[in-house]
């Protein structure tokens, strides 16, 4: 057995071998890294409306993620709150411009690499002081709740799709492609296991615990889809624990879907991490509430479902050859 | 609320620079016998100038009524160019992407999108947001389609951004009819859509 593939059993990594010549860039890969530049883009836009330069963006919107935060996190999320209160035009272009250039850097190709590094730098920066670790260290921590934050799965992201050329039969997904398949899978156990988890805490188990967020949504939605809301709250009224053990069954299911043998039950898996991810965005984030102009991104639907294409099994090299040379 | 005075004044210069430059390079490209992309050219020189006066007053310069007609004609224009030009691809996509600009523009005339109507500007204050007594700006009709646009313009942002080739030596040696710096009318383009998502943004209230 060679030194790589020794790697490859080991590590579950992506060999880099000398003798083969390195492979195209995957079109697969830069469309899912554009999706990613969008969104940054989207997000640095958000940052421009009129609403953000007023002084009751930091008190509303930095203000909830310190709610029910550990003592070591609310003392410097007041000072992140007391500095965009105090300078909210100064601070909210800043990171406006960053979120943009991010988003452009990704999107050109000469200087992907280098977004993607700066989304890397900024990621933990916004997850700690603008989401508070995404609520994560607060009861009432979940998947309804936005939870484990939109910036982590940025960064999450970032790293999945960072540009490589390494290909081979052990390449079955673009997640895998730079991480290798046991890091990938591991992310992959690890964020949907750990949504599951955080829909059974007792506080997400509470009668009108569904009922109440997706309430929360409706304000400033248009008519139809404030009627939605309005239908699916009462539907859930006093059904919150149920809901909340249906979600966590289906959590699980996701998460162990990519550790099963059959190509067929992972892509089950996945088509059901993107339906879970569009139910929590329309239902759960409200689409990340922008009808009301307070919107700062649009919330962790769409990157959740951005990971689970990243996952998507793709089809090997020597099938489609074969299949191409049938034809 | 809206945005600071500062900031619509610099978007607002942004546009007219754009359509100014457009001017200069349908002018130029003649003077320099190089090639260039007129319907491009004069569109953003329609675009630039409408949609500085859709984001700061001191821009306005025709009535929306004659802009919606005016845009509503470039994209009938461009619908029917679309049509003649099935085949080929490449015009396709880029003449797909006027009529789109055009149709956005048409709706953010008929939404309402405008300069705002507050006297100064109310970043830095407490406004008071969902409470009564807030300051309240004039807001778009159906932002919906609105918050689609911007997503959609984002997202054309970010594929322009993909498409556009990095320099090489070899660019700059050429014969007579080498299009006169085509990243630019790229660069223009991308700058025209992220002005106007964040018009319509900026009357999401």
Redesign the interface.
């Known amino acids: 057995m060679t030194r790589s593939a020794a790697l490859t059993d080991r590590s579950g990594q992506i060999p880099v071998s000398p003798d083969r010549p390195a492979a195209p860039p995957s079109p697969a890969r830069?469309r899912l890294q554009?999706?990613l530049?969008?969104l940054w883009?989207?997000d640095g836009?958000?940052k421009?409306?009129?609403?953000m330069?007023?002084?009751?963006f930091a008190p509303?919107t930095l203000g909830e993620a310190g709610d029910g935060a550990p003592f070591w996190l609310v003392d410097p999320l007041d000072w992140a709150k007391r500095i965009v209160s105090d300078h909210?035009?100064g601070t909210m272009?800043l990171f406006a411009l960053v979120e943009?250039a991010i988003?452009?850097a990704i999107?050109?190709?000469?200087t992907a690499r280098l977004g993607l590094l700066a989304c890397l730098c900024w990621v933990p920066f916004l997850w700690f002081f603008a989401e508070g670790l995404g609520g994560m260290t607060t009861s009432a921590a979940g998947p309804l709740g936005g939870a484990p934050g939109a910036s982590i799965l940025y960064g999450l992201l970032a790293v999945l799709l960072w540009p490589t050329r390494r290909s081979g039969p052990g390449v079955t997904s673009e997640a895998v492609r730079f991480v290798g398949t046991r890091a990938a899978r591991i992310v992959w156990v690890a964020l949907w296991g750990l949504l599951a988890v955080l829909s059974l805490l007792p506080a997400n188990r509470e009668p009108n615990a569904v009922s109440d967020v997706i309430s929360a949504n409706t304000?400033g939605a248009?008519k139809g889809?404030a009627w939605l809301l309005n239908h699916a709250a009462s539907w859930a009224e006093g059904r919150g624990a149920e809901i909340s053990i249906t979600l966590a069954v289906l959590l699980a299911l996701v998460a162990v879907s990519v550790l099963l043998p059959s190509r067929r039950a992972v892509r089950g898996g996945i088509v059901l991490a993107i339906v879970l991810a569009t139910l929590l965005w329309v239902f759960a984030e409200g689409f990340g509430m922008?009808?009301?102009?307070?919107a700062t991104d649009p919330d962790t639907g769409p990157l959740l479902a951005v990971i689970a294409i990243a996952f998507w099994p793709s089809v090997p090299a020597e099938v489609s050859v074969q299949e191409g040379a049938a034809a | 609320?809206?945005?600071?005075t500062w900031?619509t004044d610099l978007v607002g210069m942004l546009m007219v620079f754009v359509a100014g430059y457009s001017v200069w390079r349908l002018v130029i490209s003649r003077a320099w016998g190089r090639a260039t992309d007129y319907e491009s050219d004069i569109l953003h020189v329609a675009v630039g100038i409408a949609a500085a006066g859709i984001v700061a007053g001191w821009a306005h310069t025709l009535p929306r009524s004659v802009w919606t007609a005016v845009f509503i004609a470039g994209a009938v224009y461009f619908a029917v160019r679309i049509y003649l030009t099935w085949s080929d691809r490449t015009a396709r996509a880029r003449l797909l992407a006027h009529t789109a600009c055009c149709a956005v523009l048409v709706y953010m005339f008929l939404a309402n999108v405008a300069p705002t109507t507050i006297h100064g500007?109310?970043?830095?204050?407490?406004?008071?947001?969902?409470m009564d007594g807030m300051i309240l700006?004039q807001t778009i009709t159906y932002?919906?389609i609105g918050?689609i646009f911007?997503?959609g313009l984002?997202?054309y942002?970010?594929?322009t951004?993909?498409n556009?080739a990095?320099l090489k030596p070899e660019d700059a040696e050429g014969g007579s009819t080498l299009m006169l710096a085509p990243r630019s009318v790229d660069v223009c383009r991308i700058v025209i859509v992220?002005v106007l998502?964040?018009a319509i943004?900026?009357k999401?209230?």
């Open positions: 830069r554009l999706v530049a969008g883009l989207l836009m958000l421009l409306q009129p609403y330069f007023t002084k009751n509303m909210p035009v272009v943009i988003g452009m999107a050109y190709r000469p304000d248009p889809y922008p009808f009301m102009g307070m | 609320m809206n945005a600071p900031l500007s109310t970043a830095g204050m407490y406004t008071m947001a969902g700006d932002p919906t918050l911007v997503v984002c997202f942002a970010v594929a951004l993909n556009i990095p992220l998502a964040y943004l900026t999401i209230v």
